[in-house]
């Protein structure tokens, strides 16, 4: 295991690339333990193209990412199949299975990866269902509940495994204020109350602003990263105009 110190995520002269384009270039930042860091930009940033890389799923053109002190492509893939177990994602639209019910959407992670007795995932289900605030729905299937209801669904989904790592993909899009600030609310939760550190791409400023310790931005023009810093001081003393644009929607001229 890395130091307690050491960071989470650690992110080295990363370049994001598909071919000949290149999304993203020189990527440096650390996300330290029990911290919420979000990641905001414009539409065609590359914000979820970098959460692609953080997750495994796209391979760097350049640079190094690191989780929990490992680097990620230096490891053999069942090293690195353990290492991403680590982690939880919270997708976009949830990806809740619609054929299952919430208790099996749960289950799932922990049937596929763990040699837990079925009495055992129950209970664990239970549990996580719980912490989101949906005792009671375990034999509800998704279409049956609301939309911010299913967003806690799949929030217990990716807890499932105890995660070290959290990734959300835009958890507020779809849902109206109320049930976007309780989603807030619960992220900060189970923040506090697990440790887990989490990692957010947002183009929600209210939850930006809610949730964040600090925050990244991907600037679309100049292809790299031009601030981080807690949100609130970024907004405070911008670092270039696209920053205060973004922070404030101004509709001034970047």
Known sequence: MPASDSPAISVEDLTLAFGSFVVMRDLTFDVEPGEIFAIMGGSGSGKSTLLKHLLGLLRPTQGTIQLEGRRLWAMDEAERTAQLRRTGVLYQKGA???SMTLAENVALPLQEHTDLSPSEIDRIVSLKLALVGLRGFESFRPHEISGGMRKRAALARAIALDPSILFFDEPTSGLDP????????????????????????????ESIFT???RALYLDIETRTMTALGPPEALREAPPNPRVHQFLTRSLEAA
């Open 96 to 98: 809740l299975w619609s």
């Open 178 to 205: 109320v049930s976007a600030r309780r989603l807030d609310d619960l992220i900060l939760q189970l923040r506090d109350s697990l440790g887990t550190t989490v990692v957010v791409v947002s183009h929600d400023l």
């Open 211 to 213: 949730i964040a310790d």
